[in-house]
């Protein structure tokens, strides 16, 4: 008998075991980085939303309203010069020499987020971060059983420093305002003469990246191939660092891929976004004149490319819905997508290269501006006579 009921229990453990093996229990990963939300823009709250009131102004107040809604019941911390001092005074009393020592606001801002992600910790959002009404949840899920949470970017610019998320007291943001302290040297700083260069070496994302592929390797090397660092979770000294690749997180396109922008704003047109992609960074770069002047540039490419799809779907459209004959169709699209071209055009070269306007070669240019009215006429015509 006993030996009956001992194979039977025998039966069941191998069966529990099997069980367990092929149908792991699911257990939910613990949120290690805090409900904290961070903004930087040390000119002070009031500077910040004249800012974004100015005309043609590139931030914009709805941008950082989104974030916060994509955070429900997070505490918002919106950083100030005078909040940021008083912090580095009580915390990191060490490190406000070096601090005031920067010239340019942009400098002391890159360090702040370093030192609020190490004392506090949670998530920092540049200002020109917009977050998806539709993927808050997808947002705390990126976080989810993460110490440390990063954007990636290409290999030659591993990291940006513009999204990052981490539990308080992480070694990466130790080591990184050790490595800014070093950098701040005088005779360091001497050796970038272009401003822009010496914000990402010092402080910026060229940093931050040597600083994170030191730590992930071990210390034994600054470099770390992009493709690896992009492609799993990063397990060291017991905790995990996730860099998210272009194509997830904040990130759905690097700086410069203007094609990447045009696809991804006529999805937006239509409320849809890449999967995986809880945010747009729109690169306003108002710290760096040249590459925010490409980018906008960029963006106003965009805004033409938009313009002439929707344009035609909808000039296509109203012509099937106003029935007219056949042969009228085709001549009518062929006349409206060359309006609209002609607009889309224009716009291109007026925002693209605004320093051309005087140029002796915008004669052309001027008589397409001009040529609207005709433009404009010509199509009324068309569709009377139709």
Known sequence: ?????????????????????????????????????????????????????????????????????????????FWTQQDALAFIQQHYP????????????????????????HAMGGVYLDLDIECFADAAQASLEAL????????????EEPLINAMMASAPGHPIFEAALHE????????????????????LYTVGPRMFGDVVGAYLAGGASPT?????????????????????????????CTWDDCWCHKRLALAQLTGRHPPGVVGLHHFTSTWASEMGRDHRRCRMQQDAYVLCKVGRSYIVHMLHVY??????????VCLCVTVTICVC????????????????????????????????V????????C
């Not at 070269?349 to 404009?376: A, D, E, G, Q």
């Open 144 to 155: 989810e059983g993460y110490d440390v949470v990063l954007q990636g970017h290409r290999e």
């Open 180 to 199: 800014i302290v070093a950098r701040s040297d005088p005779d360091v700083m001497a050796k970038y003469t272009d401003a822009n260069i010496r914000v």
């Open 1 to 77: 008998m006993w030996q009956r009921r001992c194979c039977n229990a025998c039966k069941l453990l191998v069966i529990v075991i099997i069980t367990a093996i092929i149908h792991p229990t699911q257990q939910v990963a613990p949120q290690r980085i805090p409900p904290i939300l961070h903004h930087i823009f040390l000119s002070g709250k009031a500077a910040y939303e004249t800012e974004t009131r100015k005309p043609g102004a590139v931030l914009s107040e709805a941008w950082r309203a989104s974030c916060m809604h994509a955070y429900p019941g997070w505490q918002h911390m």
């Open 378 to 385: 010509l199509l009324v015509c068309w569709w009377c006579w």
């Open 94 to 117: 060490w490190f406000e020499k070096t601090w005031t020592s920067f010239d340019h606001f942009v400098l002391r801002g890159d360090a702040l987020r370093y030192l609020v992600l």
């Open 224 to 252: 770390m191939a992009y493709h690896t660092l992009v492609a799993a979770p990063h397990i060291v000294n017991g905790t995990v660092v996730r860099v998210y690749d272009v194509g997830a997180w904040y990130q759905p």
């Open 323 to 332: 029935n007219p004959p056949v042969g009228c169709i085709d001549d009518g």
């Open 345 to 376: 055009v224009t716009l291109f070269f007026v925002h693209v290269s605004p320093s051309t306007l005087n140029s002796p070669n915008l004669r052309c240019w001027n008589m397409c501006l001009c040529c609207w009215p005709s433009y404009m």
